[in-house]
């Protein structure tokens, strides 16, 4: 039962350099969502998608985009990372799409960018 | 402008007894709150929620209680396990939103 998977766990990019962090959920959930932890600033909402083929911003989306693939995946493209992408980033979904209930988080991806 | 505050970052408990974690919000429209755990490494857990058409919920050793007139929330852990140190989120959504409003987290230390 793998709930949601996040791939790669770890990453270091160099400035200017660019990457995709892959999220994929088998529960059957409509709502996706990208967040990023940093200290002392709790989780802070990237991009969310209520259902398959919509994506909305959340908080902090500057510098990223997403795509959702289909009803299962959902990625967070960097297009030219910045050492202030340095962070946490978890992807996370949830049943209902009328209102966030319960979300299911991945393990995280640590991206250091140097 | 924070939604969801929790003003203590962290907290210090000894094994058996009792541990309250506060978050206030500021939001009037949020209807649904929710406490999460995390461990070091590990993605953010559910733990337990509470609708604001209710003013307490419990879940085992886990209580969750809503007072909307204050916007106020709290968690109760009793009694403390050292199992339960770990980082706690409070959470908080709107009906009609898809977006789950986070607050910074209480680090909660339980000593044996």
Redesign the interface.
Known sequence: NAG?TQTPKFQVLKTGQSMTLQCAQDMNHN?M?W?RQDP??????IY?S?SEGTT?K?EVPNGYNVSRLNKREFSLRLESAAPSQTSVY?C?S?PD????????????TRLTVV | DQQVKQNSPSLSVQEGRISILNCDYTNSMFDYFLWYKKYPAEGPTFLISISSIKDKNEDGRFTVFLNKSAKHLSLHIVPSQPGDSAVYFCAASAYGSEKLVFGKGTKLTVNP
């Open positions: 949601v709502s969502y967040y002392g600033m709790g989780l802070r909402l969310y209520a909305d959340g978890f996370a949830s799409r009328v209102v966030a209930t319960e979300a299911f988080f991945g393990q995280g």
